[in-house]
């Protein structure tokens, strides 16, 4: 029987044997845990909207690593400040001050409402910090026994444990039991079991404004209003995890701005690091006092690497109106795929905010993603059944007239070939 490092040793000389290989023969050869499904392609450089792998094969990217690169591959500007910084300071404590990282949550609050910001490495860390925040003002500051947190079915906020269990889905918790106390999921846009479920204990309800993991649904702005109402009414606070809709994507700054509405707490990653792992979250000033020294921390959040990115990619997207532009270029994609493709059965609706759209079908569509990678284009699903086109938001007319073409073709396609 081989031994632990024997088992190690054979799997490592064989791993770099191929980088291009099936993904199934890849991924088992390979040292990592396998908590990807990995597609067979190996992405080694990329300039805007397009990508490039190890093959020399171009790909229109319509996925943007998930919502992060909304600057683009390889942004000049935040490359630029990043390369700058790099020459001069890496990483200190958060014992001591970080101007950067100042400046950073001084652009932020000057641009929302927020009035403070804790910096932290992800969307997952980010919800993390606005529990935790919920349940000490409650406390801490109020005297109250409050720390349960209502959230959605179908929603999606991280993979820590307590962000996993406020998850509405309950594919992310299998394997994981027990899972904390003090979470509890109701229906979207269900009033009476929202109110049902708020008692004497409650703390927060947390939303998404647009489920982008859960198929790509907006919340319905009457559901909101009541969340609001339930809110101020038994003394809550409003949650609103951005991390996906936030910075510029949905066509505002933050998509909770659409609805014209200020949450209490909300939570930003993916896009305000350009690439660069960053999260950060922000928060009304009375809830300031809440966290005093000690009671919360992470050892890389708002580095000055980190703060450089943050700073080069909010100030790139404030002077180019990437959220206008957003806007703009998401209404020609939708009003483009429902024209495009007007009259197909397979497509039941196609729906979204600004440059975070969804096309839902009738059955699921991982054969057509992978088609779509063969043909140069890569997106994603949200569920089984729903495409999710995220491109940057410097995407151009043409850019998006081709996606839709690809799109399009890739569907009739398999419709085609599902009749045949």
């Known amino acids: 029987m081989a031994n632990s490092k024997e088992q190690t040793a054979t799997g490592t000389a064989v791993a770099g044997a191929t980088a291009t290989g099936a993904a199934s023969a890849a991924q088992t050869e390979s040292s990592l845990f396998q908590t990807y499904a990995r597609y067979p392609i190996s992405l080694v450089k990329g300039k805007g909207s397009w990508l ?54 001084a652009l932020l609050t000057a641009n929302t409402c927020a009035d403070a910001v804790f910096f932290c490495n992800s969307g997952a860390e980010a919800n993390e910090a606005a529990i935790k925040l919920a349940r000490r003002y409650h406390q801490k500051v109020k005297g109250a026994d409050r720390y349960e947190v209502i959230t959605f079915a179908q929603s999606f906020h991280g993979r820590t444990l307590a962000t996993l269990t406020a998850t509405g889905q309950d594919k992310v918790k299998e394997g994981f039991l027990p899972l904390p106390a003090g979470f509890v999921t109701v229906p979207l846009h269900d009033n009476a079991a929202l109110e049902a479920a708020i008692g004497p204990h409650t703390a927060a309800i947390m939303l998404e404004m647009v489920q982008a993991e859960g198929g790509v649904h907006p919340v319905k702005p009457e559901f909101l209003q009541f969340v609001q109402q339930l809110c101020e009414k038994h003394g809550l606070l409003l949650i609103v995890d951005e991390v996906q809709t936030g910075m510029g994507r949905t066509g505002k700054l933050f998509a909770h701005e659409h609805y014209g509405i200020e949450p209490d707490i909300f939570t930003v990653a993916k896009g305000i ?47 180019d109106k990437l959220p206008e532009r957003a806007a703009e270029m998401g209404e020609y994609l939708m009003s483009s795929l429902r024209e495009r493709l007007a009259g197909n059965s397979f497509v039941k609706e196609v729906r979204g905010l600004g440059l975070l759209v969804g096309i839902e079908c009738e059955e699921a569509v991982g054969d057509i993603v992978v088609a779509g990678q063969k043909r140069g284009i890569l997106f994603v699903s949200a569920g089984p059944n729903v495409i999710r086109l995220l491109p940057n938001l410097y995407v151009s007319k043409e850019e998006i007239d081709e996606a839709v073409s690809l799109v399009a073709t890739l569907i009739e396609e398999h419709v085609a070939a599902k009749n045949a």
């Open 52 to 105: 490039w792998d190890d093959q020399g094969n171009r790909y229109l990217d319509f996925m943007c690593g998930l919502a992060v690169t909304s600057l683009g591959h390889a942004p000049e500007k935040v490359g630029a400040k990043l390369k700058a910084q790099i020459d001069e300071l890496w990483h200190v404590s958060n014992l001591f001050q970080i101007p950067g990282q100042e400046r950073a949550a």
């Open 273 to 319: 690091g350009s690439g660069f792992p960053v999260g950060a979250m922000l928060g009304k000033g009375y809830l300031k006092d809440a966290f005093t020294a000690g009671s919360h921390a992470t050892t890389f959040g708002g580095t000055p690497l980190a703060s450089s990115v943050v700073i080069a990619t909010i100030e790139t997207m404030l002077e």
